[in-house]
């Protein structure tokens, strides 16, 4: 089968990148022991080399001492004897190390025991010139400062009849032998590592490209044939196969078109004898399409004046409460007595005018792509206080900081309260969602306008996140939308939430609005109507 063959080729690609990058691994390992083995090398080097030095700087200091016959610096001495002291303890160390990275080598175990040997015989030579020193006569008291500047000239350069100067140059001599050895293999193992990225890069590319190359010729031929049959068919030449000898999936719906191009084909042919009875029966139903044209006449008839007769009634309980209400504004102040018989008239009509709204709901089942809400008298303080209590706990997570300010007036509206919270809650979720850590949300619920016929209330939601690109904005509210930003800052995410909220806000009656800055934030504005609780009648769920 064609996607088996396609799984193999991708768990082979996949076992190629895991054997790249595990040859790749044990390269850089043994290039990094290389390195610091040449490290190690350059500071045992290094030692020796500050060892002569300070030597020569301590038989310098010597001469002058006694040669002009002056009180010692013994602080100088002491710190000379313990530079000295210092390298040589340095080496032993790194000694060790480099045994232990050198493994069984025998080279490397020759010039160790050498490296031991130099250091033993150096540790004891500074030992013993410590000591003549420290038993210097003072000065005015040195009988013969020449002869006894010849005697510690000894003990500087020979032990147990071994000339130390030549040793010391001899060791350094070796150890600049031995870094450059170490240095060529670091170089060597560098080297080698850029070779085996290299060649492995270069294969598994090859590779790439050889099973591209495959399954584009593997494709070419059934999906020419595929093309060549949607074309035939989609031009009305229903007689038309696609070639079906295949084992693989692309046999397999060749046949199913093929299935569906004879399915279509005898229905075609039914479609011709049924046009064929059709046209024998056409004057026989003449009257009868006649009598079906004037019910239809009477129907859309009936259907104006039920819309003049809906016009007529939403238009009498309006002006009613209109009326009632200027009437009672009007003039004087009035007993309490009056301002209640003027409200209950207004009940009285508001009620008419939510039976004739649930009449006209009823009608229009079918708007805002077929949302059923099942309305009810709610105060949305209490809705919105959930989806705050809500969002502020998805916030905790990342940090992020809310600064609310909210209304603490009621604001009563007929809705459906779990869709409504959903509406909020799909917004403040996107607040947080592209929102960078540690940032702050602003929340702003307020009654607007004051006066007026139509009061609504406000329900807007500012970021400091990503923003959106200027481009996007326009698209924000189509269904699986999702800008590059976003999906760069969130991978998640199937751009179904604006879209959902844009319908939740306007089967509510309501509009929503959203403003963009790209990296400086985004502000999401959701007006919705307000009703009073004690006028407003329960409605039966609708598609409003």
């Not at 006066?451 to 609504?456: A, H, I, K, V």
Request: proline residues 3%; hydrophobic residues 45%.
């Amino acid at each position: 089968m064609f996607r088996t063959r396609l799984q193999q080729a991708l768990a082979i690609l996949a076992v190629a990148s895991l054997l790249q990058g595990a040859l790749g691994l044990w390269a850089l390992d043994v290039a990094s022991d290389k390195v610091i083995r040449g490290r190690v090398a350059s500071d045992i080097h290094n030692a020796f080399i500050n060892l002569a030095a300070d030597k020569q700087r301590l038989r310098a200091w010597l001469s002058r001492s006694l040669l002009l016959d002056v009180q010692a610096d013994g602080v100088e001495r002491a710190r000379l004897v313990n530079a000295m002291k210092a390298n040589l303890q340095r080496v032993a160390r790194l000694s060790v190390e480099t045994q232990i990275m050198d493994g069984s080598d025998s080279l490397a175990l020759r010039e160790h025991q050498l490296r031991e040997e130099a250091v033993t015989l150096l540790t004891r030579s500074i030992d013993e010139l410590s000591q003549r020193l420290d038993a210097l006569p003072a000065s005015g008291a040195r009988p013969d400062p020449a002869r006894l500047l010849m005697d510690l000239d000894a003990v500087f350069d020979r032990l147990d009849g071994r000339d130390l100067r030549s040793l010391l140059a001899a060791v350094i001599s070796r150890e600049e032998t031995a870094l450059a050895r170490q240095r060529e293999q670091a170089d060597a193992s560098l080297r080698t590592v850029r070779n085996l990225v290299v060649g492995a890069t270069l294969t598994l590319s090859g590779l790439a490209f050889a099973l591209a190359l495959h399954f584009s010729r593997a494709l070419r031929r059934p999906l020419e044939a595929l093309i060549t049959g949607a074309d035939a068919l989609k031009q009305g030449e229903l007689s038309h196969r696609i070639p079906d000898d295949r084992n693989d999936e692309f046999g397999q719906f060749a046949r199913r078109v093929n299935a569906m191009a004879a399915e279509l084909q005898q229905r075609r042919q039914d479609e011709r004898d049924a046009r064929r009875q059709l046209e024998e029966l056409v004057q026989g139903r003449t009257a009868e399409l006649q009598q079906a044209l004037a019910a239809l006449q009477q129907i859309d008839a009936r259907r104006r004046q039920l819309f003049a007769d809906i016009s007529h009634e939403l238009r009498t309980p309006t002006t009613a409460i209109r009326g009632e209400a200027e009437i009672t504004l009007r003039g004087r102040d009035k007993q309490v007595d009056e301002y209640k018989t003027s409200l209950r008239n207004i009940a009285d009509s508001a009620r008419q005018l939510g039976v004739v709204i649930d009449d006209l709901l009823i009608l229009a089942r079918t708007d805002v792509e077929n949302l059923a809400l099942a309305r009810t008298p709610i105060d949305a303080q209490d809705v919105l206080r959930e989806a705050l209590n809500e969002a502020q706990t998805l916030g905790q997570e990342r940090g992020i900081h809310w600064a609310l300010e909210v209304t603490s007036e009621p604001l009563p509206m007929l809705a459906d309260s779990r869709r409504l919270r959903q509406l909020l809650m799909l917004i403040l979720d996107n607040a947080v969602r592209y929102s960078r850590d540690q940032q702050t949300v602003r929340v702003l619920v307020r009654r607007q306008p004051e006066g007026g016929d139509n009061p609504t209330w406000l329900f807007e939601v500012r970021d400091q996140g990503i923003g959106i690109a200027p481009e996007d904005v326009p698209l924000v509210f189509q269904r699986n939308f999702r800008g590059a930003h976003a999906r760069a800052h969130q991978a998640q995410g199937n751009g179904l939430g604006l879209p959902l909220a844009d319908v939740l806000c306007r089967a509510h009656g309501g509009k929503i609005v959203l403003q963009s800055e790209l990296g400086r934030g985004t502000v999401v504005s959701v007006t919705l109507p307000l009703h009073a609780l004690e006028d407003a009648t329960p409605a039966l769920p609708n598609y409003s």
